[in-house]
């Protein structure tokens, strides 16, 4: 049974910084690639970072310059490490999941929400001015 367990959410004001962790049990092996979500109320889920197998990165345009996606394959611990927090970060922050296929190459990662099979209960992000 795979799960991803977020925590370091909370509540930080303009201009500070918050780090987001995301465990992940249950995988076999580590050839998946992962991903941060975000869902602030009444808009669409975003992809704010993902993060392939040989740690090839890709970012929203509005997070690029301030957020960093890293991953520690040894815990199997998926980080988000948000800088320079604008009001517009707040929102519920979701760490994904999905196993690489055969076909799939290790510097792949996706933002889009529909490619992710496991998903976390996520864990709230407030920014204050």
């Known amino acids: 049974q795979v799960q991803l367990m977020e925590s370091g959410g909370g509540s930080e004001q303009v201009g500070r910084s918050l780090r987001l962790s995301c465990v992940a049990s249950g995988f076999t092996d580590r050839d998946y690639y992962m991903a941060w979500f975000r869902q602030a109320p009444g808009k669409e889920r975003e992809g704010v970072a993902c993060i392939a197998r040989d740690d090839t990165t890709k970012y929203a345009d509005s997070v690029k310059g301030r957020f960093t996606i890293f991953q520690d394959s040894a815990e199997r611990t998926l980080y988000l490490q948000m800088d320079s927090l604008k009001l517009e970060d707040t929102g519920m922050y979701y760490c994904?999941?999905?196993?690489?296929?055969?076909?799939?190459?290790?510097?792949?990662?996706?933002?889009?929400?529909?490619?992710?099979?496991?998903w976390g209960q996520g864990t709230q992000v407030t920014v204050s001015a």
């Open positions: 994904a999941a999905q196993r690489r296929s055969l076909y799939t190459s290790a510097w792949h990662c996706s933002r889009s929400s529909s490619d992710y099979t496991f």
